[in-house]
Structures are given as C-alpha cells and as structure tokens.
T-cell receptor, first 118, second 113 residues
Framework: ETGVTQTPRHLVMGMTNKKSLKCEQH?????MYWYKQSAKKPLELMFV???????ENNSVPSRFSPECPNSSHLFLHLHTLQPEDSALYLC?????????????????FGAGSRLTVL | AQKITQTQPGMFVQEKEAVTLDCTYDTSDQSYGLFWYKQPSSGEMIFLIYQGSYDEQNATEGRYSLNFQKARKSANLVISASQLGDSAMYFCAMSDSWGKLQFGAGTQVVVTP
C-alpha cells in the first residue's frame, strides 16, 4: 500500500451509534490531519497531530475524538453525532519542517470517508 | 487572520483551451505558501502546484502554472491545453509560517469536448 488510506470509504450511522474512521499513511510523514468537507463549505481543519502529539483542535465538538497511536495511524472516533455532521472526512499527512519554518508543507490526502448520519 | 477567496464557483472550458482559475488571499504573515489542489469526483485531493511567498519565479508543473502577483495578493492557476480528465473541483490553499493549511471554497471546472 502506498500513500494515505482511509477506511471505511462510506459509513451510515444513527445518532446513537459509536463508530471510528481510520487513516493510515505509508509515506513516513511526521504529521497527520483530519479535515471535514461539507457541501458548499470550504474544507475545515479539525485536528492536527505532529509527532503523535495533538497540536491543533479547531473548536471541534467533543462528539469527535481523535486518536494518534503512532505516526502512521490516525483515528477519528464518532459518538452521538448529529445529522449536520454528515460530510466527507478527509485525512492527510505531511512532513513538517519544524515550527516557524515555512516551506512546501505539501499535504497528501486520502480518498476520504463519506459519513451519513441519520 | 488568513483568508482565501475563490470567486468563481464554476467554469466551463473547451478541450485543448487554457483556463485561469482565480485565487486571492489575505495574510499578515511575511512567510507563507500557496497551493493548488484538484479534487475529482472520487473525492481524493490531489496536490498540483506550490508557490512560496519568497519565490521570485512563478511555479510551473507540466500543464499547470501559478501566476503569482504578490502585491495584488493573487495566486491564479493556469491550466493549459485542457483535457477531459481535468474536470474536477480545484482548491486554492495557503499555509502560514507554521505550515497550517487553509482552503478556499473551490472552483468546479467542466471540460467539454
């Protein structure tokens, strides 16, 4: 496997269910990201993990819980979601140069997990 | 705060023609990066091209070129010799000095035969 792999590709869940989205990167990158893409809205950055530590949490509701057990894996645990949480959830990874240093922090994205909350 | 603006929600372009996608940005950072990504209907975001704020030459990658006008804070993407496979959503994005990426609303491009 190469690149960034996301599973499942499609998920339908009720508001009381608990499910998880999985992301795996095979690029040796040191940072991983969760983005949410809703219809007619720009991509929203949800969480950033750098060297397995969460460095960004953009006021995401607690019903979304990220987990990064190692630099290659990232999970998004979902619990008691709302219908407005239905969206495409994109995982990405990159090689971050270091804080305060700009440069081509090129994100490599997975194909996304399409979530529908009933 | 950073802001990325793509004013064209959708565009039609004929095969083999060139198309320019507009992107303007606003930032107070001196060091930043500008990116373009392509998202086909399959959903995956594909990196196309990058321009650093200190780069003096406009970036080019095959049929893609980035028209970077720093004073006007614009970073338009030019796709030359459009192909049917270029039909997709195109996103402009900007990273701040810490590498955090923010995306514009996107432009839907449809290439017609």
């Amino acid at each position: 496997e190469t690149g960034v792999t996301q599973t499942p590709r499609h998920l339908v869940m009720g508001m009381t269910n608990k499910k998880s989205l999985k992301c795996e990167q095979h690029l040796g990158h040191n940072a991983m990201y969760w983005y949410k893409q809703s219809a007619k809205k720009p991509l929203e950055l949800m969480f950033v993990y750098s060297l397995e530590e969460r460095v960004e949490n953009n006021s995401v509701p607690s019903r979304f819980s990220p987990e990064c057990p190692n630099s290659s894996h990232l999970f998004l645990h979902l619990h008691t979601l709302q219908p407005e949480d239905s969206a495409l959830y994109l995982c990405a990874s990159s090689q971050v140069l270091g804080t305060g240093r700009s440069g081509a922090n090129v994100l490599t994205f997975g194909a996304g997990s399409r979530l529908t909350v009933l | 705060a950073q802001k990325i603006t793509q004013t064209q929600p959708g565009m039609f372009v004929q095969e083999k023609e060139a198309v320019t996608l507009d992107c303007t940005y606003d930032t107070s950072d001196q060091s930043y990066g500008l990116f373009w990504y392509k998202q086909p209907s399959s959903g995956e975001m594909i990196f196309l091209i990058y321009q650093g704020s200190y780069d003096e030459q406009n970036a080019t990658e095959g049929r893609y070129s980035l028209n970077f006008q720093k004073a006007r804070k614009s970073a338009n993407l030019v796709i030359s010799a459009s192909q049917l496979g270029d039909s997709a959503m195109y996103f402009c994005a900007m990273s701040d000095s810490w590498g955090k990426l923010q995306f514009g609303a996107g432009t839907q491009v449809v290439v017609t035969p």
